[in-house]
């Protein structure tokens, strides 16, 4: 906090895109607007000030069709309320914590963009970061693109480019990891500036067409705080038809946090497992599960099992039709 205090919040790190990405045009007569959601709960108001001000400076402003700040009943109404005065900022607050799921299908519905940029409240975006993000939904506006995402130290806010061959994953204990692309998935891209389709996305920063964000169903609004809403996002967009990807000429920086400086209400751990368990039973409704008898009394709403057996073997079908029908 005190060194982005210290820093100008005009200063910006380098261009970390590679060469071929700064000689690629865009028609931006022909892109569609959109509309950029930041979520925060007691952010440090320089640090939100420098997402803001990245946006606005590194974007063709009349792309721009709002900022969207949704304050999560931070203990200082006057954070949001100070950067108000920022054209195209516009503030709402939640009258309680809601978490960040909530807080962003409400920036969603206020939204007036063609397309829903969402933004994590510790970021900064790149030189000409939006334009790739936008020409790819246009190709396909069933795909959700994420920027690559480098690193912003969380001491010292130096920016850092990260690898352009990574992809999102996890473990079977789903937990996100990022992978690295294989030999044989670089030798399929024809291109390294093509999209990278990817099984999931890091879930901070992304862009989706408002219209199919809504068809989706947007996000499960039974998560609370944070976490896991990243693979709830991915798999629902996979196994509706659409395509999750990361584009290469497009970056962003984030500071990746060593701890959450707020309190989850229930205990992160707590708020975490019922998270990736609502994941779990939202995309295999057909497994039989069964839980102890203090999960369940913690959890009234989901029976759980730390393994799954599948219920109905004669089930016609793959787990895509099934959400389909079920979700989509």
Known sequence: LECSEYLCWGVHGNNTVICRCRSKSYDVSKLPTTSVIICFHNEARSVLLRTIVSVLNRSPPHLIKEIILVDDFSDNPNDGQLLEKIPKVKVIRNDRREGLVRSRVKGADYAVGEVLTFLDSHSECNTNWLEPLLARIVEDNHSLVSPIIDVIDMDTF??????????????????????????????????????????????????????????????????????????????????????????????????????????????????????????????????????TRGVLQKFGWIVIRSTFMLHDLQLKGSLMAMWRIVCC
């Open 158 to 291: 130096q920016y850092i480019a990260s690898s352009a061959d990574l992809i999102g994953g996890f473990d079977w204990n789903l937990h996100f990891k990022w992978d690295a692309l294989t030999p044989e998935a670089k030798a399929k891209r024809s291109s390294p500036i093509d999209p990278i389709r990817t099984p999931m996305i890091a879930g901070g920063l992304f862009s989706v067409n408002k219209e199919w964000f809504n068809h989706l169903g947007k996000y499960d609004l039974e998560m609370d705080i944070w976490g896991g809403e990243n693979f709830e996002i991915s798999f629902r967009m996979w196994m509706c038809g659409g395509s999750v990807e990361i584009i290469p000429c497009s970056r962003a920086g984030h500071v990746f946090r060593k701890r959450h400086p707020y309190v989850f209400p229930d205990g992160n751990a707590m708020t975490y497992i019922k998270y990736y368990l609502n994941v779990a039973m939202v995309i295999y409704q057909h497994l039989v599960v069964i839980g």
